[in-house]
């Protein structure tokens, strides 16, 4: 098979489309996003906890659409709760590089590692949108964006 | 546009409609013996398109994969959102056949869809 096409689709993302972690709404939500791509009609909505210490308590999200889109948003939360606004900010900006075949610049090994799964979607051009939507969102709630909601 | 005038009217009509038609008729007869795979649309006499969707693999990955496998389909809501919504379709693949297409065309499709299930399970 098309070594690409295995890149793409290999276990790990499989199985956060099959079984996404941190999947629903959030009760004690203080940030929230939304994200929508009308040209394939994906859809996501992040949910995030930040507590006084600046740190991301919890995050969670609920969403529609292909398997890159989902097991990314999935990654996503498994990756960000537990850190502070600034270590995700920097594991963003070196995701979105990583999945637009960037350099992904100066990220600790293990965060490397677990980004490295996602690398594939950069052959795929027409797919890095999918990819990159949650963790869009995700910016943009922390940003507090025009698409988001404070709740 | 000319040209495409022009190209089309060195065929007969009837000729390009029939071999549309076999190749409808085939391609049908393949995804429903391949039965993993649920046609949209089989109203009598409609033009030689075939929209399909799948159980766990969403419209958009099945076009990447058959992508790679050479074969070039549309696929998610083409546009029609609110006919989608409707019939409670999140997004279909569309295979469409012209003059130009043949049977084994169709079978790299069905080849294609195959690898799909392969990588999906």
């Not at chain 1, 199985?15 to 996003?33: C, I, N, Q, V, Y």
């Not at chain 2, 809501?77 to 999140?90: K, Y």
Request: net charge negative; charged share 25%; aromatic share 6%.
């Amino acid at each position: 098979m098309d070594d690409s096409l295995r890149e793409l689709y290999q276990e790990v993302i499989l199985d956060h489309s099959r079984h996404p972690r941190h999947f629903g709404a959030l009760e004690k939500a203080t940030h929230e996003g939304e994200g929508h791509n009308p040209l394939c009609g994906d859809r996501v909505k992040i949910f995030l906890a930040v507590g006084t210490d600046n740190r991301i308590a919890d995050i969670s999200f609920e969403g529609k659409g292909c398997a890159i889109s989902q097991a990314s948003a999935s990654l996503m939360t498994d990756m960000l709760i537990g850190r502070t606004i600034e270590e995700a900010e920097k594991l963003m900006g070196g995701f979105l590089n990583l999945v637009k075949g960037e350099d992904a610049g100066n990220l600790a090994p293990d965060d490397r590692e677990h980004l490295d799964v996602m690398a594939g979607v950069s052959a795929f051009p027409m797919r890095v949108k999918c990819a990159t939507l949650a963790w869009h969102t995700m910016k943009s709630a922390l940003e507090g964006g025009e698409a988001v909601k404070l709740v | 546009m000319a040209a495409a005038i022009d190209y089309m009217n060195g065929f007969d009509r009837t000729a390009i409609a029939a071999h549309e038609q076999d190749l409808l008729d085939y391609a049908t007869r393949e995804v429903k013996a391949f039965n993993q795979f649920r046609i949209i649309g089989e109203a009598p006499g409609k033009g030689a398109i075939l929209s399909f969707e799948a159980d766990g693999i969403h419209a958009h990955d099945l076009a990447t994969i058959l992508d790679r496998e050479g074969v070039a389909v549309r696929a998610g809501h083409h546009c029609a959102q609110v006919l989608m919504e409707r019939f409670g379709v999140a997004s279909t693949t569309r295979a469409s056949f012209a003059l130009y297409n043949t049977r084994a065309d169709v079978d790299a499709l069905i080849a294609g869809l195959s690898k799909a299930r392969e990588i999906f399970g």
